[in-house]
Each structure stands twice: as structure tokens, then as C-alpha cells.
């Protein structure tokens, strides 16, 4: 990405969450959590520009305070996802929407495994849905298995 300050990037970075359909007022209240100590740490520093080693940094200050039981696990989820994302818009110039798949751990018979393929491949599914859909059709399947109604 262009050579912009800590501060342009921030907007960006909050711009692009925007994009991605988040909520303005959720925007803000992560800016305010969890991108502006970022910002204001690389100003304390004498830092006009992202730096990774800050940013680096301030990742293990906060694992440190989680594992002190100063912050808890989502407290901390959230000021990692700060850095994150700032790191992002700073090496790409953008904000990819990503969330972990799911996985069942219930596998199907190769029957109904048969089905599933054939159900997923007659729809263009966004990878999220498709995951969520997979998810959904092999627990439902186990409940049917654990009822009887499955062999």
C-alpha cells in the first residue's frame, strides 16, 4: 500500500469495515476498542507510519495481560483483530471478510454423502454458506441417525 500515516490508515481501515457490512455505530465502537490504542501507541513512539515491529509489540503486551487474567479471551480476541486488521489494509490495501469454516464431526454414510454433494452442487453457494450448510446437513443426519431413522 502507498507510504500514508497511522491515522489515514486507521480511516481506511475503519472505511473498508463499512464496506464489509458492518454497522456504523459497531465501526466506531471498534475503532474506539481496539485501533485507536494501535494509533495512539505508534504516536508515543514518535511513529508517523504503520510499523510492524509496533505492532508486533502491542500483540504480545496484550497475550501477556490475557494470560495475567488482566483481559479476557473476547477482550483480547478483539484487540488482536485491531492489529489484524490494520496490518491487512496496510500489506493489501483492503479488507478481506473471512470467518473460520466449521467442521462437523459427524460424518455421513456414503449415501447420504451422495446427497449432500448432489444438493451442494445445484446452487452457486458463497464458501460461508456452503460450509454452513454442509454443518447443518451433517448434525441434522446424526440426530436422524441417533432417532433410528438412519441406517
Aim: glycine residues 6%; contains cysteine; aromatic residues 10%.
Amino acid at each position: 500500500m502507498e507510504n500514508i500515516s497511522i491515522n489515514e490508515l486507521a480511516m481506511r481501515t475503519l472505511e473498508a469495515l463499512q464496506v464489509l457490512g458492518l454497522a456504523v455505530h459497531t465501526v466506531w465502537t471498534e475503532y474506539c476498542d481496539a485501533i485507536l490504542p494501535i494509533v495512539r501507541l505508534h504516536e508515543q513512539q514518535g511513529k508517523e507510519r504503520f510499523d510492524r515491529d509496533i505492532a508486533s509489540k502491542y500483540t504480545r503486551h496484550i497475550e501477556e495481560r490475557r494470560e495475567r487474567g488482566e483481559i479476557g479471551s473476547s477482550h483480547y480476541n478483539r484487540l488482536r483483530h485491531g492489529v489484524e486488521r490494520l496490518t491487512e489494509m496496510n500489506d493489501k490495501g483492503r479488507l478481506e471478510w473471512s470467518c473460520p469454516g466449521k467442521v462437523s464431526k459427524f460424518k455421513l454414510n456414503a449415501y447420504f454423502e451422495s446427497i449432500l454433494s448432489e444438493f451442494l452442487s445445484q446452487e452457486q453457494w458463497h464458501p460461508n454458506t456452503r460450509g454452513d450448510v454442509t454443518w447443518v446437513a451433517r448434525n441434522f443426519s446424526h440426530g436422524l441417525f441417533l432417532m433410528g431413522t438412519m441406517t
